[in-house]
């Protein structure tokens, strides 16, 4: 199906006066007459960063729905949230009599007609193969510009059945609105828990660290020298852990500069993107797995379910290169992704949903924050599956005893300052352009959620604007795991059989792990 030319939006009448919502300095009474008050912010730097030509970010996700979608009813629940949320209501406007003015966020009036967009769509393409027309859809947003007059989102309302939903509504947003674990809980705060339509979804605990916990006795003569044998040997851990923390930081800083300076970069491979591809469209394709494979494996093996994630991608992309080059079995190959780590706290969703009740930030921290790590992935074939996720808990664990990301935002933010957007978007550009793919994943609600009373079936975020041609989000929800494959078709016209590798990695290793588990039990050794 050409999206093109069976997919055409709905004309726009363009209700907001931008120039009349320019203020600076100043601050207008709101009335009930469509008169919002002009309020400013800046952008903040990462956000004045997806302004820049090689890096027009947006987030893209979709929803499927257990029901058609009841529009007016839609209209209404996005009126009363996504609508009031600061950022929702704001345009990005440049003051072009400053020196060095820099983009600030003003208050506008939003018009839904403008936001909310019912596609046209051939009725026979979409009988024929809706699961290829919501895909082919989707996919054009990437190739269409978003009009910068008016609040930077959309959502696109897709109102036919495919295998997976009833329905499905695509969600467009700059990625200068925020970044993709701030969206997902604003998202999830305009939702209600299923099982009770007044509560809000509840989302998983944050996952601390475990830590050493030292006991302090009373002291006693006789408990003296074993005290102080304690705080000794307690004081030489802590110190060696901090010398590890400072040397792990340091090389992780000193090769992400290299990588940004052009003096260290990936081979190229049949996975790396060529020059100029994040101007190109992207087709997202996405796969459901289960996650409770995924957690049989993460207790077998003792580890985490992101170490799992990273191995089945280990084994996922070895399988698809060796297939697409016929290299030699024995060859390794290592690329690595850049993976962006959200370094503000992110507002819970129950201050979220205040926030929309009363359209104001309340205190909460929103925006982008983010910091960068690069991940080794050491593409090559195992006899025993198991080993791909032996491999990426390593690496996984190295990375825990790092600061990368935090350095890595702190020194993009100097050169900022320092040298101004330009220089900070050239350093992230080279960053992206000597790595290979960018790899997420985002924790969903355990339980399931309706949106203006229709229950969610699935959640599917993807990211366009980057250049890399392959971005890999893994999105849980329930008990499911949506795997969403961000790609330039130009480069992997073949992405479905991507997909395939991804389903037929996680089974390998799931039954690698089941028998583990069954030769454990049996008392059989274990080779390590």
Wanted: proline residues 6%; charged residues 20%; neutral net charge.
């Amino acid at each position: 199906m050409d999206p093109g030319a069976s997919a055409t939006l709905r004309k726009r009448a363009l209700s907001v006066d931008t120039a009349a919502a320019i203020g600076f300095g100043s601050k207008a009474a709101g009335g009930r007459d469509g008169a919002v008050a002009v309020e400013e912010e800046p952008v903040s730097p990462t956000g004045r960063l997806f302004r820049e030509p090689s890096f027009r970010c947006h987030i893209v996700a979709v929803f499927g729905l257990a029901a058609p979608v009841d529009v007016p009813a839609l209209r209404d629940g996005v009126a009363a949230t996504l609508a009031r949320h600061p950022r929702f209501c704001s345009v990005q406007v440049l003051d072009e009599s400053e020196k060095d003015a820099r983009p600030k966020w003003v208050r506008t009036a939003v018009n839904l007609d403008n936001h909310i967009i019912v596609p046209d769509l051939d009725p026979a393409a979409t009988l024929a193969d809706p699961d290829r027309a919501l895909e082919d859809y989707v996919s054009s947003l990437s190739s269409r510009p978003m009009d910068q007059s008016i609040p930077l989102w959309e959502l696109h309302v897709l109102d036919f059945p495919t295998a997976d939903a009833a329905a499905a509504v695509a969600l467009r947003v700059h990625h200068s609105v925020g970044d993709g674990v701030s969206m997902l809980s604003l998202f999830m705060a305009c939702t209600r828990s299923a099982a009770d339509p007044d509560a809000l979804p509840s989302l998983p605990p944050a996952r601390r660290r475990a830590g050493p916990v030292y006991a302090v006795p009373r002291p006693t003569a006789a408990a003296g020298g074993a005290l102080l044998l304690d705080a000794l040997a307690a004081l030489a851990a802590w110190v060696v852990a901090l010398l590890v923390l400072a040397w792990h930081t340091a090389v992780d800083v000193a090769l992400f500069f290299a990588t940004a300076a052009s003096l260290l970069g990936d081979a190229r491979t049949v996975l790396k993107g060529e020059e100029g591809t994040e101007f190109r469209p992207r087709r997202f394709v996405n796969r459901t797995l289960s996650l409770d494979d995924i957690k049989f494996v993460k207790n077998t093996m003792s580890c985490t379910v992101n170490d799992v994630l990273l191995g089945i991608t280990s084994a996922a992309l070895s399988r698809y290169y060796f297939r697409k080059t016929g290299e030699s079995v024995s060859k390794s190959v290592t690329v690595r992704s850049a993976v962006l780590v959200n370094l503000r706290p992110t507002p819970g969703i129950q201050t979220l949903a205040s926030m929309m009740e009363t359209g104001k930030d309340n205190g909460a921290r929103w925006g982008n924050k983010i910091g960068y790590m690069l991940i080794p992935f050491h593409l090559a074939r195992h006899d025993d599956p198991i080993e791909y996720v032996r491999r990426a808990a390593k690496v996984a664990n190295r990375k825990k005893s790092s600061m990368e990301s935090i350095f890595t935002f702190w020194s993009g933010d100097m050169v900022l300052k320092l040298f101004g957007i330009k220089a900070a978007a050239a350093l992230c550009y080279n960053m992206f352009t000597h790595t290979t793919l960018s790899f997420s994943n985002m924790v969903g609600p355990t339980e399931q959620v309706t949106f203006c009373r229709n229950p969610i079936v699935y959640i599917a975020p993807g990211t366009y604007g980057h250049p890399h041609a392959l971005t890999i989000h893994y999105q849980s929800y329930m008990n499911t795991v949506k795997l969403v494959l961000s790609v330039d078709e130009s480069r992997f016209p073949d992405c479905h059989q991507l997909l395939d590798d991804f389903a037929e990695s996680l089974r390998l290793i799931r039954e690698a792990a089941s028998r583990k588990s069954e030769e454990a039990q049996d008392g059989t050794p274990i080779p390590s």
